[in-house]
């Protein structure tokens, strides 16, 4: 159960108690299932960490970004620099049996010692999760208008190569393991949502403009809070639009998601033109040749900077 997208801890951990209580009387859970909430690290405090752990909540996830002041302003964060180790501490101190911090790099602005100090200050919370993403300027946000208008620069793809390659060498130093390309954990801590995203698993969204998966079937819920609540007040669904993904589409969603993983995919999920062409991309270091040897494809570590191209090559 992950409860996330925005910052659900703003309508308190009695709100998010009834929640998951409401989740195992129609979805029955098992033990030991992992239960998450995200959490913007100034929407929490020792006491409300303590009765969402009391409540059931056992893994949670913040919204860290970086140390920085400068980057937290222009990625236009309420929290301060410090804020984020605090609230990993406390609720670790809690209870919580993992705890994730995630990074963005890229942030126009931003040095290369503030990518490290950032690293850092996660090793230092004590955190066994970390996920780190490059930053994407979304259209129509501040800051795609300020980068348009040349206020800001644009992210710059070398520097953001760099910084992946600064914390994916200091997360492992630190003993964490890359298991996907934008996640990385202690052992044991690899976060289970994210996974069954990988894996093309099943999964239910709960809420307004949540997303679910069934068999091949895909759906969104409405966006707009009024109108999902008047659709279950009337007894009508919430469903605002789905899809049925044909054969191909699954296979080039299974190839896509499971080549960002260190598992990587199976070879007998290729066709023949695809098995040539993860040859060749070993050939360019971009696949392991051991891992193919092996009926495996796998990138490599130089393939991981370039997993889109790795991805749409290999599909033809």
Request: glycine share 10%.
């Amino acid at each position: 159960m992950f409860v996330g997208g925005g910052t659900p801890t703003l309508i308190g951990s009695h709100a998010l108690t009834q929640i998951l209580s409401g989740v195992k009387k129609y979805f029955p859970l098992s033990d030991g299932v992992e239960i998450t909430t995200e959490a913007n690290p100034d929407s929490v405090d020792a006491r409300m960490l303590a009765e969402l752990r009391e409540g059931g909540f056992n893994r949670i996830s913040f919204g860290m970004q970086s140390v920085a002041p400068g980057v937290l302003a222009t990625l236009q964060r309420t929290h301060t620099a410090g804020a984020s180790e605090e609230a990993a501490k406390l609720a670790r101190q809690a209870g919580f049996d993992h705890v994730n911090l995630d990074l963005i790099y890229g942030t126009p602005g931003e040095t290369d010692s503030d990518v490290r100090a950032s690293v850092n200050a996660c090793i230092d919370a004590g955190v066994d999760h970390v996920s780190a993403y490059s930053l994407i300027v979304e259209p129509g946000t501040p800051m795609s208008r300020a980068v348009k208008s040349g206020v800001l620069p644009p992210p710059d793809e070398d520097a953001c190569a760099d910084r992946y390659n600064i914390i994916d060498v200091m997360l492992q130093g630190a003993d964490f393991n890359w298991y996907e390309v934008s996640n990385w954990a202690k052992p044991g801590g690899e976060c289970e949502h994210n996974q069954a995203y990988w894996t093309n698993a099943n999964w239910w969204g709960i809420g307004p403009g949540a997303h679910s998966h069934l068999d091949g079937r895909r759906w969104v819920n409405h966006k707009h809070p009024a109108t999902y609540a008047q659709a279950l007040s009337a007894g009508e669904s919430v469903q605002a639009d789905f899809e049925e993904l044909t054969l191909e589409q699954i296979h080039v969603e299974t190839v896509m998601l499971a080549l960002r993983t260190r598992s990587g995919l199976d070879m007998s999920e290729l066709n023949s033109e695809e098995v040539n062409r993860a040859k060749e991309l070993a050939g360019q270091g971009l696949i392991r040749a051991q891992g193919l040897e092996q009926g495996v494809i796998q990138i490599t570590d130089a393939g991981r900077l370039f997993a889109d191209r790795v991805i749409r090559e290999l599909l033809g």
